[in-house]
Structure formats: C-alpha cells, structure tokens
C-alpha cells in the first residue's frame, strides 16, 4: 500500500521528537489521528501544506516527495545531479534524489531507474527509514 502524508507526518514527528506545532489545516479536522503530528511536521518545515490552506493527509507520498522530506529531516543541503535517467536535470527533487543515493539511502530499481512520480510503498519506506537512521 502507498504510504500517505498523514502517514509521513506522523513517522517524521516520532522520529525526530518534534515540538508541538500550531495552526490549521483546512481538510484536517482536529480530530484526525495524524493531526497533531502534521502540525509538528509543518512547524519543523519537514511538511507543507498547499496553496489553498488544504494538507491533503490521505493522499499517497511520491519516490521525489519522500527525497526532499528526508533531506530536510537530516538537515542538509545538497547540489548534484542525479546518476538516474528518468530523474531530469532541473527536476524539483534532483539534487536531494542524487545526494541521498550517493548517501546510499536511497536506491533505484534493477533497471537503473529512481520512477520520481511512483508512490512510494510502506515497504520501500521503512527500508530508506532503516537506512537514514544513523543520520538523524
């Protein structure tokens, strides 16, 4: 199954023990599971919601998206190119898609391709989690 925000929120506040947050979300009700952990995820900056005050928890996670939050959680700042050719040069997520594989936190399939846009399952998650432990 496609991992999803709320989801991402709450694996990011419980790993780094993230400080309560605050605000609101316009499609998040209060009493939503994850809430308190989206609101901590977007206070840290990991997170953000959208332009139209939306923070969409259920919608499923992208390979790029995962990239750039887990850049965030180890606090770095990167400039690369990606070694993979369906990762375009300019691509919004590229320099954090390259740095984390050369970090070897990332991986591509058998194929030599990362599939940026692919929702990224549970499974592929808890393997980069496992993996970027040692960073946080």
Request: proline share 7%; glycine share 8%; hydrophobic share 45%.
């Amino acid at each position: 199954a496609p991992l999803t925000r709320a989801e991402v929120a709450a694996i990011s506040a419980r790993l780094l023990h993230l400080p309560d947050g605050n605000g609101r979300f316009l499609d998040g009700p209060v009493t939503h599971w994850a809430y308190s952990s989206i609101l901590k995820a977007e206070k840290a900056d990991l997170m953000r919601g959208y332009p139209d005050g939306t923070f969409r928890p259920d919608a499923p996670v992208s390979r790029a998206e995962m990239a750039v939050l887990l850049a965030r959680m180890i606090e770095e700042s990167f400039v690369g190119e990606s070694d993979f050719p369906d990762v375009q040069k300019g691509h919004w997520a590229e320099n954090e898609i390259a740095a984390l594989a050369n970090m070897g936190i990332l991986s591509g399939y058998p194929n030599g391709t990362f599939r940026p846009e692919n929702k990224i399952s549970r499974g592929e998650a808890a393997v980069i989690l496992e993996r970027i432990q040692k960073w946080l």
